[in-house]
């Protein structure tokens, strides 16, 4: 079954304990994103890989890393954790939105609380 | 920057009617896409809309886009309860490479 998984799907940690949410994709795809949701302020990028070894920022990358080691695999790696991370972390994967229709495949989401 | 917005945020409907929810963006795309999430759930892809008039229907849903006008539309027909979920639409930023989302428009429908 064509999926993207993300682990943990619920986390409770203190500030500046560092976590590692992990995200994997079965469907090739070169393009994977995090995204998080909040309410009232929608779905928001973090980072962005177009492919292996390939990472940008997005909208919201402070306080987050991510690393593109290989095609499958995008974690997203919150060195020191603070409160206002705490949020709906979503990863999704695209063939590309140049070289395919552009259409994101969401994980099942990931939720985060830091106290 | 790119800004899509979402009307209404809130609707609450009564099932077998109809309604449009209306979306939004300030800059040239001919990519926009509609996403349904249910509470605490993913988003799931609903249409995919990639050229100026494109027009997709699935059931009791339609969506459309009229790019000149920057404008997509997602039209219930008849609504059920199980239509019932917050709606995105997402419009493409090829440069930016990503996806702009709209606020989303939680849509109740009681019986």
């Known amino acids: 079954e064509a999926q993207v998984t993300q682990n943990p799907r619920y986390l409770i940690t203190v500030t500046g304990k560092k976590l590692t949410v992990t995200c994997s994709q079965n469907?090739?795809?070169?393009?994977m994103s995090w995204y998080r949701q909040d309410p009232g302020l929608g779905l928001r990028q973090i980072y962005y890989?177009?492919?292996?070894?390939?990472?940008d920022k997005g909208d919201v990358p402070e306080g987050y890393k991510v690393s593109r080691k290989e095609k499958r695999n995008f974690p997203l790696i919150l060195e020191s954790p603070s409160p206002n991370q705490t949020s709906l972390y979503f990863c999704?994967?695209?063939?590309?939105?140049?070289?395919?229709?552009?259409?994101?495949?969401f994980g099942e989401g990931s939720r985060l609380t830091v106290l | 920057e790119l800004k899509v917005e979402q009307n209404p945020l809130f609707l609450s409907m009564q099932e077998g009617k109809n309604y449009t929810i209306y979306c939004n963006y300030s800059?040239?795309?001919?990519?926009l896409y509609w996403y349904r999430q249910d509470p605490g759930k993913s988003l799931e892809s609903l249409f995919v809309?990639?050229?100026?008039?494109a027009v997709k229907q699935e059931g009791r849903l339609m969506a459309s886009l009229d790019t000149k006008a920057r404008l997509s539309t997602l039209h219930i027909t008849a609504a059920v309860h199980d239509l019932s979920a917050t709606y995105f639409c997402?419009?493409?930023?090829?440069?930016?490479?990503?996806?702009?989302f709209g606020q989303g428009t939680r849509l109740t429908i009681n019986p």
């Open positions: 999704a994967s695209s063939l590309g939105l140049a070289g395919g229709s552009g259409e994101l495949f």
């Open positions: 469907m090739n795809h070169e393009y």
């Open positions: 890989s177009m492919n292996v070894e390939v990472t």
């Open positions: 800059t040239t795309s001919d990519r």
């Open positions: 809309l990639l050229s100026n008039g």
């Open positions: 997402a419009v493409d930023d090829g440069g930016a490479q990503k996806l702009v």
